[in-house]
């Protein structure tokens, strides 16, 4: 890091693509909306991302690149309350954000952050996503923007057609993040990291998304631990051909029949963003060869130092977009869920409530952190509510954890009461766990590796630093994984069919 001319207060970068002028703050040298990839306009949208061309002379890296194009679910009226990133926001978003730190004595840890928002919406530099203190305790920060929404996860068979055989399809977010990470292997030293030890870590979406990078061959060796925060890890994947006929409905909402590539490309980012959907992975055979389900039950993984957990309040997510009445068409409220829940006092809506966060967060974190391994796993769950929040709030809602992990409590987007101490001390607690793991790959000599025979949790409650639990929710998390075990066997018979007969 060179300081130039102008000295602490705006150090400048040497960077392989060109000088970066950044901000000294506090603890951290702080460089924002730094481009990793060519803007993916005109030609390049719903392509593989190309390289940022270098630059001469000095470029100032000052302020947040704007938000990828998105939306949330139509009956929020404000998303930014729920995660979403406020206006403006443009197709050329594929920048990065860093937090380094301004004194560190030797290479730092670097960590990659990949927001949530149901890869639909979201940004890196929302206010609670800001690193300071992690550049503080020694680790570079990395938060990213990638492509959302119908940008991010699309696929059409026009599409499919001009692209050349070996570039991914529907995958576009995933491209994103692997182009992210290929940025810091590349240019990281040059900022104060070391490009030898990556964390990269994600929550809800994002977590999701580190599930499936961990399949892909492309994205091998970018990273060299991994951390899901509320990722779940048994949503199964779409088929390419299942992902074409999606895009090629969405075209029809847009009034396109049988549209080329150039017509898909003419349409309005706004226009994109308003047609709903369910955003994820696709498996194109190119990025993704197999259901991220399957390639996990087969132990096809990158095998690095994991953590994966959950939030005990995940059915907060069932508040908006009508997910209380999709998700209890899919779960029956019984006598048999009654006894696995005799906390629901036998209430059927607090009954799918929690085995919607069993079956879809709980049991298959636990059963990723169970996969056969050389590396280790670690699991555990959050289960704390601040103080002012406890007389409404009975658990602790879905990307709660994130507040904490960050410790920026005061920057949360939902007007909550101010944190106390007690909230606060709870935040350093949790805090210096992520840092342990992205200094030396293990969160602790108190927190054992997560073996099934003996099904060790760390559970984040009012204990600072957190509590080794052992069977946690274990008889309704053995119940949901029955289950699951038969979705993984459907899973690994899509996969062999597809192969099969395409």
Not at 159 to 168: G, K, S, Y
Not at 285 to 290: K, M, N, P
Not at 356 to 376: L, T
Request: glycine share 10%; with cysteine.
């Amino acid at each position: 890091m060179d300081q130039h001319h102008q000295g602490a207060t705006h150090p400048v970068a040497h960077t392989p693509s060109g000088d970066l002028r950044g901000q000294r703050e506090g603890p951290a040298n702080v460089f924002r909306g730094v481009p990793y990839a060519a803007a993916p306009t005109g030609e390049l949208r719903w392509r593989a991302p190309r390289p940022f061309p270098s630059w001469q002379g000095v470029r100032d890296a000052f302020v947040f690149g704007p938000s990828a194009p998105q939306a949330g679910p139509a009956d929020v009226a404000d998303i930014v309350s729920i995660g979403g990133a406020p206006e403006p926001t443009d197709e050329d978003c594929l920048t990065l954000n860093i937090w380094t730190p301004a004194e560190a004595p030797a290479p730092a840890p670097i960590m990659v952050w990949l927001h949530g928002g149901s890869n639909r919406m979201g940004a890196g530099s929302l206010p609670f996503y800001d690193g300071a203190a992690f550049a503080r305790d020694g680790v570079m920060l990395v938060s990213v923007n990638y492509r959302l929404g119908q940008l991010g996860f699309f696929a059409h068979p026009a599409l499919t057609a001009e692209a050349p055989a070996d570039e991914p399809l529907g995958n576009q977010a995933l491209l994103d993040q692997i182009a992210a990470l290929e940025w810091v292997r590349d240019h990281a030293a040059s900022l104060g990291g070391d490009p030898a030890n990556v964390t990269l870590f994600g929550e809800s979406a994002g977590g999701l998304d580190i599930l499936a990078l961990m399949t892909a061959r492309r994205a091998r060796g970018l990273f060299h631990k991994a951390v899901v925060q509320s990722g779940g890890g048994w949503l199964p994947a779409t088929p390419l051909k299942a992902a074409q006929a999606k895009g090629a409905a969405t075209a029809t909402t847009l009034g396109l029949t049988d549209p080329d590539a150039a017509a898909l490309r003419a349409v309005t980012p706004e226009k994109l963003t308003a047609v709903e959907g369910a955003f994820g992975p696709v498996i194109d055979s190119r990025l993704l060869d197999r259901d991220p389900i399957n390639a996990f039950a087969r132990g096809a993984f990158t095998d690095v130092p994991l953590m994966i957990g959950v939030n005990s309040g995940e059915d907060s997510l069932l508040n908006y977009g009508g997910g209380l009445e999709r998700f209890g068409k899919l779960i029956k409220p019984n006598a048999a869920l009654a006894r696995l829940y005799p906390q629901a006092n036998g209430d059927p809506e607090q009954l799918i409530r929690l085995g919607f966060r069993d079956f879809a967060f709980a049991a298959p974190a636990r059963w990723v952190a169970s996969r056969p391994r050389r590396s280790k796993a670690w699991l555990y769950a959050f289960d704390y509510v601040e103080e002012a929040q406890r007389p409404t709030m009975p658990r602790a809602a879905h990307a709660a954890e994130i507040f904490h992990v960050f410790e920026t409590l005061d920057q949360r987007p939902d007007a909550s009461p101010p944190a106390t101490e007690a909230d606060h001390a709870i935040s350093a607690a949790m805090h210096a766990r992520w840092i342990a793991f992205a200094r030396t790959g293990a969160p602790g000599a108190d927190w054992p590796p997560y073996i099934p025979a003996d099904d060790a949790w760390m559970v984040f409650d009012s204990t600072p630093g957190g509590v080794v639990r052992r069977g946690w929710w274990k008889a309704a998390l053995d119940h949901h994984g029955r289950k699951g075990r038969l979705l993984i066997l459907l899973m690994r018979l899509r996969d062999r069919l597809r192969r099969m007969f395409g």
